[in-house]
């Protein structure tokens, strides 16, 4: 049975030591909640327990119902189905399994979770000058180890959830809570070997129940042992010596079977026990040494040095930052006060355009809408004017196309005349000849008498062909 080692002793005297001077901070909410250490889930480990009893006991089940498996069901029912006290010291055999299963997975969670998270991700980054550029806070990083805690705090709150999750990260976060509450790191090595043994008593508590479960076990194994050999006794009947001995065996087979089960189990939850608690304190000395290097490296020195001309020079180095802080408070009010002048005399500027503007609406809005309309007017104007030369332009059109028509029908009218003229010429040239030749006609035929009848019809004939 597994027994607390020395350092484990050590480490609780001191936490017990230490707890007086530090019981203020140790039992304040925010502290509690960070440092509350459980590694496993209690209700992973009972999942697991009732999941792997109620395995293995169905295994055992098919294997001793099968006669192909008779050279394996045989011993299996004997020494795990052959008494009550047997099968209760296997389920508690389980149950111990299950934790330290539960535990195991618990750990290699933080064990993968402590490699991927680099010191380079949890240092403060600067965050106690990145924050501020005065002189004043950048001699309070170099300093105050409680303002750098807090801007660590700061950092290590921006961190994703996966990450802050992490025992090493909530074993940081306790230790800058306490100096930033403090404001000094004069007691940091104390803290850290508090929190450090706190956790380990917390680890080693844990596995509390195993190491009960492992002590009951084999305890159960002998009462198995001599509630059987109870029953054997009381059973006996001497009549019959032969029979009375087969029953005395069989009674003493299962009454030392209990036994030899329970400290086979407890020897094999003893062996499964160590490695899973070694894995935890590596992993517990691990963080307690990252810490203590993170800390240790980031967090400014509170001793007083013994040199004196190092306290002068320090002194010296705070003055300055303080002088250099109230010149920059100084240049800020000025800075402050003469933004508040130019915002006021911009908002003056600005209702002043405001009111200019405002009369010039008044006095020209009036004379711009009348313009308007001046104008509109004029433009309807316009637009008539325009309409008309467009028809004015459409009849002169019109007038020009009349007037060609015209003078087309003058000239063929001309063409006409001139052609009835010629013709009323030729016409009146002919008369005129058929005249004269009529009248000579006439003449001679007043002289001749008949023949002049004749020749009259002739000259008519020939009067007609000149028609």
Not at 230 to 240: I, R, V, Y
Not at 403 to 431: F, H, N, P, Y
């Amino acid at each position: 049975m597994a027994q607390p080692s020395k350092t484990q002793s050590f480490k609780t005297q001191s936490s017990k030591t230490q707890s007086s001077k530090t019981q203020s901070s140790a039992n304040s909410p925010e502290t509690a909640s960070i440092a509350h250490y459980q590694m496993g889930s209690p209700l992973t480990a009972v999942s697991i327990s009732v999941a792997s009893a109620v395995v293995f006991y169905g295994l055992v089940m098919i294997l001793t119902a099968s006669e192909m498996t008779s050279f394996v069901g045989d011993p299996l029912r004997r020494y795990f189905l052959g008494h009550p006290i047997a099968i209760a010291a296997t389920i508690l055999f389980w149950f111990a399994i299950g934790s330290l299963a539960a535990k195991q997975f618990a750990v290699s969670a933080q064990n993968n979770l402590l490699a991927r998270i680099f010191d380079q991700h949890l240092s403060p980054g600067g965050s106690g000058s990145d924050s501020s550029s005065g002189p004043a806070d950048q001699w309070l990083a170099s300093n105050d180890a409680g303002h750098v805690a807090k801007g660590w705090l700061r950092s290590l709150a921006s961190l994703q959830q996966s990450t802050r999750d992490s025992v090493l990260v909530r074993r940081l976060e306790e230790i800058l809570m306490r100096q930033s509450r403090r404001g000094s790191s004069k007691q940091l090595p104390d803290d850290l070997r508090e929190v450090a043994a706190r956790d380990g008593d917390a680890a080693h508590d844990s596995l509390g129940m195993v190491r009960i479960i492992v002590w009951a076990i084999p305890m159960l194994g002998f009462l198995g042992t001599v509630i059987g050999i109870t029953q054997t006794l009381g059973g006996l009947d001497f009549t019959n010596g032969s029979a009375a001995v087969d029953n005395l065996k069989s009674g003493l087979y299962v009454a030392f079977d209990t036994t030899a089960v329970g400290l086979v189990l407890s020897v094999v939850a003893i062996f499964l026990q160590f490695p899973v608690e070694r894995s935890e304190q590596r992993l517990l000395a691990d963080i307690d040494q990252r810490v203590g290097s993170l800390v240790s490296s980031n967090l400014p020195s509170d001793e007083a040095s013994d040199n004196q001309t190092v306290l002068i020079a320090d002194l010296c180095r705070g003055v300055q930052a303080a002088v250099a802080e109230s010149l920059n408070n100084q240049a800020k009010l000025w800075r402050d006060t003469i933004d508040t002048a130019q915002g006021q005399w911009q908002s003056v500027h600005d209702d002043n355009n405001n009111k200019m503007v405002d009369a010039f609406k008044l006095s020209l809005v009036p004379a711009l809408i009348q313009h308007t309309e001046t104008l509109t007017k004029s433009q309807d104007r316009f637009e008539s004017m325009g309409n008309i030369e467009e028809r004015l332009s459409d009849n002169l059109q019109a007038l020009r196309e009349t007037s060609e028509s015209i003078q087309q029908g003058l000239q063929s009218k001309e063409t006409t005349r001139k052609e009835t003229d010629e013709t009323m010429a030729d016409a009146v040239r002919t008369l005129a000849r058929a005249v004269d030749i009529l009248s000579t006609h006439m003449s001679q035929n007043q002289r001749t008498g008949n023949t002049g009848y004749n020749n009259a019809d002739h000259g008519n004939r020939q009067l007609g062909r000149a028609a």
